[in-house]
């Protein structure tokens, strides 16, 4: 695990060391660069498997005719290490990274089918010239890069783009679909010129010509018979979890008492040799630390648990938004922060239970779309009917009861089944980011055209998008800024196969989400932790906006903001902020409306952070 970095052209002495260490946090045990005057490589490292100098990177084949530096662990590289020393390839290292090289050796282009794990990887064909970029088929780590048509640069971290002298400027298509989701939608981000390669990318740039393909993508698998579902299930989560507890540093395991995080728990406890410590957060106003709590004396590890409270907040939040580089709307990044640095006390990497919702249907907006799906055969004059009668209500009060209600209703009313599903996972629909910003439109969603199930074509669209651009990203930046690696078993790529042969009948069954899951798994928990229904990875934010250190800030950053001044109305922006004046609010209302103030208060903080230097944080 690490940080990666470099450049293809003109470039100066030095750059990609410059470039690396901007990303200490990523790799604190070691750095190194390579150039042979066209390409440049850099490397932070976080010493995982093969601890040795061996293990070192950038990495090299025997003739050093290819290069490469990855972010990420290849789990099944024992079995390839077998298959390509069979073959005839040399090793010298006992790192899995390795296995990269001689499978691009072996294989060409098709190396990339033959890896399973997470990765962001950069390797350099010496001979042909020519540069490869890839990112893991679901996207747990990511990868930016920057093309002006003279050179490339690429980096972990957009941060570290910077140091490579790419300028720094505000990509404001990126803002209206921010606004509407809590995070960047697609391939750009919000700098100017920076872009993402997405989940299941490969991209190849020879000096000429920077091309990218797809090189895996989710799709419907019917080669399963229901009785299989369960036992191929438990023995494709069991293995997922073994090849992730395969490492040369302790090893321990985020558990919230969910279904996810304790199954994985679970399976990883009969995996590890030594002790499993296990890591909870909690609030000093809600907590699912009791659950955690039951959940580890269950399974037999040694618990951590930390409380999350305002004042822990406002002292980090400015540094949180420098190692996001982009805004994050979703006040979860905190969460994910704190367990993080908790959780490297005692360990450098730990396992999770992300994906769970996405694979298996735990999310309400399936449920729901699922009980109103005959509304969409509605015949059209009746649809224009009730959107007649819904435009007679004044929406023109953001964050008003009758405006959120309206809102409700006008997904109901929605002209598919993917527009639907879209409406319900914005944090401000469409008419509600005109009316604070006069931004309209947002980048599309990356959509699903080879699942034909419907409720598992939702549940793909999640993969794709919300997924790994929003919550993936905060767990990778928030665990990097701790130095620990996080392992994702369930969305091991046969795993994700798997759950794609599953017809959805199977995953919501009864009014219970992630019926198959929770069957696979029911010897491994007790009746009480197997049936509860998700709580999620919440956080207060309700009571966080209205403590008095992060509520002045808030209104101090949004009233006087450069960004916040030129890019939000007045009346609107006013009347919002005036919702905090009242105490502890609950309710529809006051969930939409403080999930709104806290998205624009991340995008200000994230343009205070790298634009006017307000914030000076250290890695």
């Known amino acids: 695990m690490c940080g990666i970095c470099g450049l293809y052209g003109d470039q100066e002495e030095g750059t990609a060391i410059r470039m690396s260490q901007t990303m200490v946090h990523r790799g604190p045990?070691?750095?190194?660069?390579?150039?042979d005057g066209v390409v440049s490589l850099g490397h932070r490292r976080l010493s995982i498997v093969d601890l040795s100098e061996r293990g070192r990177q950038p990495m090299s084949n025997e003739d050093e005719t290819i290069?490469?530096?990855?972010n990420g662990e290849i789990y099944n590289h024992k079995d390839l290490r077998r298959t390509l020393e069979s073959a005839g390839h040399i090793f010298r290292s006992s790192s899995d990274s390795e296995t990269i090289i001689h499978s691009y050796e072996q294989y060409g282009m098709g190396f990339i089918h033959k890896l399973r794990g997470m990765f962001a990887l950069a390797l350099y064909d010496k001979k042909n010239r020519l540069l490869v970029l890839a990112r893991d088929p679901i996207g747990k780590k990511p990868l930016y890069f920057y093309?002006?048509?003279?050179?490339?640069?690429?980096?972990?971290?957009?941060?570290?783009?910077?140091?490579?002298?790419?300028?720094?400027?505000?990509?404001?298509?990126?803002?209206?679909?921010?606004?509407?989701?809590?995070?960047t939608v697609g391939r750009e981000t919000m700098f100017q010129g920076v872009n993402k390669v997405l989940a299941g990318e490969i991209w190849t740039f020879d000096g000429y010509k920077l091309s990218n393909k797809r090189y895996w993508d989710l799709q419907n698998h019917n080669n399963q018979h229901e009785a299989d579902y369960i036992s191929r299930l438990r023995y494709t989560l069991d293995e997922a979890v073994k090849l992730r507890m395969d490492a040369d540093v302790?090893?321990?395991?985020?558990?919230?008492?969910?279904?996810?995080?304790?199954?994985?728990?679970?399976?990883?406890?009969?995996h590890c040799s030594g002790p499993l410590h296990t890591f909870s957060v909690g609030f000093d106003t809600f907590s699912e630390l009791p659950w955690a709590k039951k959940a580890s004396e269950h399974i037999g590890?040694?618990?951590?648990?930390?409380?999350?409270?305002?004042?822990?907040?406002?002292?980090c939040i400015e540094k949180v938004a420098w190692h996001y580089d982009e805004p994050v709307g979703d006040a979860a990044t905190l969460n994910n922060y704190f367990l993080s640095q908790e959780a490297c006390k005692y360990v450098k990497v730990v396992v999770?239970?992300?994906?769970?919702?996405?694979?298996?249907?735990?999310?309400?907006?399936?449920?729901?779309?699922?009980?109103?799906?005959?509304?969409?055969?509605?015949?059209?004059?009746?649809?224009?009917?009730?959107?007649g009668l819904l435009?007679?209500?004044?929406?023109?009060?953001?964050?008003?009861k009758l405006s959120r209600w309206r809102h409700m209703a006008m997904f109901l009313l929605q002209p598919s089944?993917?527009?639907?599903?879209?409406?319900?996972?914005?944090?401000?629909?469409?008419?509600?980011?005109?009316?604070?910003?006069?931004?309209?439109?947002?980048?599309?969603?990356?959509?699903?055209?080879?699942?034909?199930?419907?409720?598992?074509?939702?549940?793909?669209?999640?993969?794709?998008?919300?997924?790994?651009?929003?919550?993936?990203?905060?767990a990778d930046k928030a665990t990097m800024a701790n130095s620990v690696e996080e392992r994702l078993p369930l969305l091991d790529k046969e795993v994700m196969e798997l759950a794609f042969t599953i017809p959805s009948s199977w995953k919501i069954r009864n009014g219970q989400e992630k019926y198959v899951l929770r069957r696979a798994v029911a010897n491994l928990l007790p009746n009480d932790l197997l049936n509860r229904k998700k709580q999620g990875f919440g956080t207060p934010v309700g009571h966080w906006l209205r403590h008095p250190r992060i509520k002045s800030m808030v209104l101090d950053r949004l009233n006087d903001g450069e960004l916040a001044k030129g890019l939000f109305r007045a009346q609107p922006l006013s009347r919002l902020l005036k919702t905090l004046d009242v105490p502890e609010p609950s309710g529809l209302s006051s969930h939409f409306t403080d999930g709104a103030i806290w998205t624009i208060f991340a995008l200000q903080l994230w343009h205070d952070t790298f634009f006017e230097d307000k914030t000076k944080c250290a890695a």
């Open 29 to 35: 045990d070691d750095s190194d660069h390579y150039s």
């Open 67 to 70: 290069w490469m530096v990855v």
């Open 147 to 183: 093309y002006d048509g003279r050179r490339l640069a690429f980096a972990s971290e957009i941060k570290a783009l910077f140091a490579a002298g790419v300028d720094k400027s505000i990509n404001w298509r990126s803002l209206s679909g921010y606004l509407m989701y809590q995070y």
């Open 250 to 270: 302790p090893v321990g395991s985020f558990l919230s008492g969910g279904i996810d995080s304790s199954a994985v728990t679970a399976l990883a406890a009969e």
């Open 301 to 315: 590890t040694e618990h951590h648990e930390i409380v999350v409270t305002p004042d822990m907040v406002a002292d």
């Open 352 to 387: 999770a239970g992300e994906g769970g919702d996405e694979l298996f249907g735990g999310y309400q907006h399936y449920r729901i779309g699922s009980l109103v799906r005959p509304l969409y055969s509605l015949p059209l004059w009746a649809r224009d009917c009730g959107e």
């Open 391 to 400: 435009r007679l209500v004044p929406h023109n009060h953001l964050g008003s």
């Open 417 to 474: 089944f993917r527009e639907a599903h879209d409406y319900m996972t914005q944090t401000m629909n469409v008419e509600e980011t005109l009316e604070l910003s006069g931004l309209g439109g947002a980048a599309g969603m990356i959509l699903a055209p080879h699942i034909n199930d419907r409720l598992n074509q939702a549940m793909a669209w999640d993969c794709k998008n919300l997924l790994p651009e929003k919550f993936l990203m905060k």
